[in-house]
């Protein structure tokens, strides 16, 4: 997938991040006083988020043990599913001969209970699967309320352990709410009779004396009964039982035990979408210091998919609600400025620093963190890499090889791109002539960061901010992260296509992004994106041939491409394709076009695509996708010339290049190259870089502004000349510093 492009009205929606598994490990301080709360004057707001284009997430992007509350995935609404301890690990399908379904399905009241009893804990979690007739049939309220009423009775002489068959009676009921929280339409509601049963049967297991042994086997049916608490919604009842687990829990809970523990997690996180369990917290503060105690306590055994980080991320909760509001300040104040913001910590306390920005807004004075995206730059990105005077790299983590290879292929790709849209120098009022690449580790870390740092919304797989290229001091910056589905392959995820934005923005669209967008524009944008990514590459875009094959749109119908309009096939397979015809097929035509995007001309743009050339090439385009289905797409721009291999890097060779060419305001950078006899024609060209270079070319001496035999002084660094029967011999050329330039590429070719 590709980015799409979205209007600075959508570019700031910051993802909740509040139900995260995360790393934590640090020292601790004495915890804030409750009675704390925050000062006035509210903070002065943060600055609007720059025009912004964000990047699909790669469908290859691993899903991490550590959800973000961004994802939609980080709270589930239905119960449960399947048994977590024991012998069952996870609902199974029903194996022929192995658990009769009819012995479920077929009984009621004792015989029910007798059997359920008398089953296997695999069979027993097997009925998750269950839908239709047998669905009703196992899981009809009388029939839940007989077991719930069963293990009432069976818990007034709980052993400690499954000898009684509570496991499988606990099991069967968390079974039958997860079946009707699906199938309610089949299985029946559930009413006062079986909350009345399902009551009796938690008061009376959790008051069981042996309910509290810390052993593996009280822990097996402990930990279904904590699950079942939520699973029947009664969270807010039980908030004493959540309390008694977290007090006492320490790193001697192994196994089960612990497990018991971590699945207080759900009946914390989903009991806040409860109106009685936030009543029955407010009523309580004890469960607030308990669930901060917890955290603090046991710091030692945070790892990153822990229970002690993801109970306390549920801490940011209490912000959430007004009820609560004032005992989770002091907690969440305290937590987030106890433990540093990177490392094993720092996904405990960025995920409660979003609970406080975006649950108690304007209140980043109390907590500490208005400074906070600018102290959390230098700690996160510790890598720190000038390509060259138009390119910085600030990294979480590449070696010297990785950074001296992404130098080198945005930099190559440069001139790659000037080579494709023959521009000749940065469109007029545009000062995005610098552009910082920043680049996370892997998705999990720019989703945990980068909200926070820039602002920007991170349910994506990075974003690219153009900014206001008019304004003075503006920072053109590509916001991205790994790809690390591909390690050991080092690949950044969507770099060349993004970086080619920023070069089309520059070179081809006056103005900023909004003003691009007031016509429809998005087939070149993201078609040429899409054309220099896969064709500076030289990767074959597969998912665009085959596309080609299906002859989906016409080209005058790809000239209305908006994001609101088309979807991702559209947009960039088909935008590629069209591109790619234009190019090939009517250069004279994206001539023209670029000629009036240039120079913010949108309604002449659009009168050429739409009138002049209208549905003209329509035949011939749809002929062209026949021909490109059968992977004869046409010729690619030529591939570039290899670098001189001289130690002189003043000197040139026929048909080579040196990038990166240099000088400041008002000097020179001289070359030379030596024909031989019978050369007929030779052609230096420069492309690509920043500032304005001019080209100057003496056949005899050097050359300079004073003395040359040809030049070619337009805006930018788009220049060329061609001398035809040059003489033999050392011939001598040079670049003028008319505004300081870096980043050049300089080819010579002669036949």
Known sequence: MRPFRIAKANARRVPALGAAFFLALGLFSPQAHAADQPSAPAPTPKAAAPRAIPVPKSPDTPEDARPLASDPRAKATAPTAGSTVGAAKAPRQLAAGACDVSAFTGNSGAALVQQVKSAGLDCVNSLFTLTGNDARGAFAEAQMTSVADALRDVSAAYPGDDSTAAGQLVVYLRAGYYV???????????????????????????????????????????????????????NARYTGVVKRLLDGYSGAWTGSMATAVANTETVISRGFDLPAFVAALQADPGFATSLASFVTRNSSQLTGSDPVTGIGIQIGNLLANDATKAQGRPIVKDLVNRYPLVGNTGPLTMNLVWFAENKDAGNCAYYGTCDL???????????????????????????????????????????????????????????????????????????LYAWEMYHIAVDNGGMYEEGDPSKVGNQARFIAHEASWLRPQFQIWNLNHEYTHYLDGRYDFYGDFDAGMTTPTVWWVEGLAEYISYSYRGVHYDDAVTQAGKGTYALSALFDNTYDNSDSTR??????????????????????????????????????????????????????????????????????????????????????????????????????????????????????????????YNGSTWATTGSYQAASTGSGNGESVTITNPPSGWVYFSLFGRQGFDGVTVTTTYN
């Open 571 to 696: 947009i960039y397979n088909w935008g590629y394709l069209a591109v790619r015809y234009m190019l090939q097929s009517h250069p004279q035509d994206v001539t023209a076009l670029l000629g009036k995007y240039r120079v913010g001309d949108w309604n002449g743009a659009r009168a050429l695509l739409k009138t002049t050339i209208g549905t003209a090439y329509d035949a011939d385009f749809a002929g062209w996708l026949k021909a490109c289905a059968a992977d004869d797409c046409g010729s690619l721009p030529a591939d570039r010339a290899p670098l001189c291999t001289a130690a002189d890097t003043r000197q040139f060779d026929k048909d080579c290049r040196r990038d990166g060419v240099a000088a400041t305001t008002g000097n020179y950078s001289y070359s030379f190259l030596n024909l031989p006899a019978g050369v007929k024609q030779l052609t230096i060209t420069t492309s690509g870089g920043t500032g304005n270079a001019d080209l100057y």
């Open 373 to 447: 995206p600018t102290r959390l730059v230098p700690l996160v990105l510790t890598v720190d890499h000038t390509c060259n005077a138009g390119l910085r790299i600030r990294a979480q983590d590449m070696t010297a090889q990785q950074l001296a290879d992404t130098c080198n292929s945005l930099i190559n790709e440069d001139a790659f791109f000037h080579g494709v849209v023959k521009d000749s120098g940065p469109v007029a009022n545009d000062g995005n002539s610098s552009l910082e690449v920043v680049v996370f580790d892997d998705y999990y870390n720019y989703s």
């Open 180 to 234: 009707q929280w699906y199938h309610p339409d089949v299985v029946g509601t559930y009413g006062a009779t079986l909350q009345t049963a399902i009551r009796g049967a938690l008061d009376g297991f959790f008051a069981a004396p042996h309910s509290k042994d810390v052993t593996e086997a009280n822990g097996a049916t402990l930990a279904e009964a904590v699950t079942l608490i939520d699973s029947a919604q009664e």
